[in-house]
């Protein structure tokens, strides 16, 4: 369903840009949609996939905070960054929906079958918890969705 998402996700913008109709309700639903597809589900996804130590939580935890404050950022920032545009000309760190690559690459790990003990890169024990270093990815991405050097020019 993550493709699924992505692909509403693009559509409900242009659509609101053709129409030239945008509100704030809009915008926090908009917000409130991504947070879950692109947040909670892929975090979701890898603790299922068996991303589920200590430090896996935590990371995951993280990831999902990374971007809700990525998308709170962007909603309250949207109109200086437009500058009189009917949208913004780049985003500050990489967008919410990019975390459809992690939902690839656990999608990629259980076709290979290559899920619960057996996922990439094994797993760690480090200090009071497990760590699985799979769960980097989710954070690095979070990370790089709060990154505020990181512009990407918006398509």
Known sequence: MAPAAFIFDVLDGRV????????????????LADVISFGVA???LGFAAGLRGA????ALIY????????????????????????KVAYFEGTPIPTSVLLTGVL??????????PDLY???????????????????????LMISKT???PKL
């Not at 609101?16 to 917000?31: F, K, Q, V, Y």
Request: hydrophobic share 50%.
């Open 55 to 58: 430090w896996d939580w935590l």
């Open 150 to 152: 990181l512009r990407i």
């Open 63 to 86: 990831f999902v905070c990374c971007g809700v404050s990525r998308l709170a950022r962007y909603n309250v920032t949207a109109e200086t960054l437009a500058q009189g545009a009917d």
């Open 42 to 44: 892929p975090a979701a």
């Open 121 to 143: 890169w094994g797993m760690w024990s480090a200090g009071w918890g497990e760590l699985h270093p799979l769960v980097l990815l989710f954070v690095l991405s979070g990370t």
């Open 16 to 31: 609101a840009r053709r129409r030239h109709t945008h509100s704030a309700l809009g915008r926090e639903l908009d917000s």
């Open 107 to 116: 999608a990629f790990a259980a076709w290979k079958g290559r899920l619960g």
